[in-house]
């Protein structure tokens, strides 16, 4: 599916002012701050960051499964292609509630981070595959397990009758991922979370894995929100990519018109530091100097302040930078791109 045909449908998930706060002994930690986004069917949207930006928070929060300390608050709206009826208020629902459950793993499934601890070390792989199908398709066990086998066919994991009565223990990492994935998609879900679904493999088995789900996606015309920190994988892989810092999303667009023409001062900085082919091998990578602050009672600023070149000051460190849409489809959180008069009304309002 291109990415026309995708965004000239209606969003299969909605996203609007997504935020979670964490309660500390010394205040309030604030890891998603004001998210919004939305995937259409059959697309990949990509959300990037580095470590801490509160990715995983985000797209836990999908499926209700971030633990009780967090604190969310916002919409999520998900309506299912395959279902007739009103959209459904995600955070709404009872976490363990049946709602929920009906769509977690049924219509919306996860790829978690590290298939390993995933994983249940005490049942087989194939019991654990089984376990969903069970679930959400069918309660006939020599029909779940036909399932099942094929599921660990199509991800290309030889000998199934053998594998499925393995334990996590005895897969090799690459292998745990492709039972991850076969687990994930064994009910036909609208959206696949794949969470940094390639970090622990080797590049071999990493490009074997982001074909293998393009294949998939293909077939099941599913979307996917793929959760990474690698720009990489973000170019093959995606067709809409959101940049992530400090629990807001600070740049937005078609992956081909942020690679092409980044605008925010940490997307470039992103950019620069990746290792290009045919470049200056001599030259050394660009790196982006400071540390991410600690998102903990923090003031209304840009939280980029402190590491951005560009800042302005009285400005960019005494009020909180709002999006601006410069472009179709592309959105920047950046003070930039602002009209000067929008800029000084918020000095005015922020003294």
Known sequence: MTTQTAHAQQPLLRVQDLKIRIRLDNG???????????IRQG?????????????????????????????TTGDITFMSPSESGKPVELLSLNPNGRQIRAIRGRRIAMIFQE??????????????IMEAILLHRTKNKKEAKKIALEMLSKVGISDQEKRFD?????FSGGMRQRAMISMALSCNPELL?????????????????LELM??????????ILLVTHDLGIIAEMCDEVAVMYLGKIVEQAPVKELFANPKHPYTKGLLKSMPRLGGDRSRRLDSIEGSVPVPIDMPP???FYDRCKDRIDGVCNRMAVPATRIADNHTV???????????????QAHP
């Open 193 to 209: 979370i794949a969470d940094e679904p390639t970090t622990a493999l080797d590049v071999t088995i990493q490009a074997q894995v």
């Open 301 to 303: 600023m840009c939280g």
């Open 166 to 170: 393995q334990y996590p223990h005895e």
């Open 333 to 347: 959180r950046c003070f930039l791109y602002s009209e000067p008069g929008e800029a000084n009304s918020h000095v």
């Open 43 to 71: 697309q990949t949207l990509g959300l990037v960051g580095e470590s801490g930006c509160g990715k995983s928070l985000t797209s836990r929060a999908l499926i209700g499964i971030n633990p009780k300390e967090c604190e």
């Open 115 to 128: 298939p390993m601890t995933a994983f249940s070390p005490m049942y087989t792989i194939g019991n654990q």
């Open 28 to 38: 309030v930690m604030q890891a998603v701050d004001g998210v919004d986004f939305e």
């Open 214 to 223: 393009k294949e998939l996606q293909q077939e099941f015309g599913m979307a």
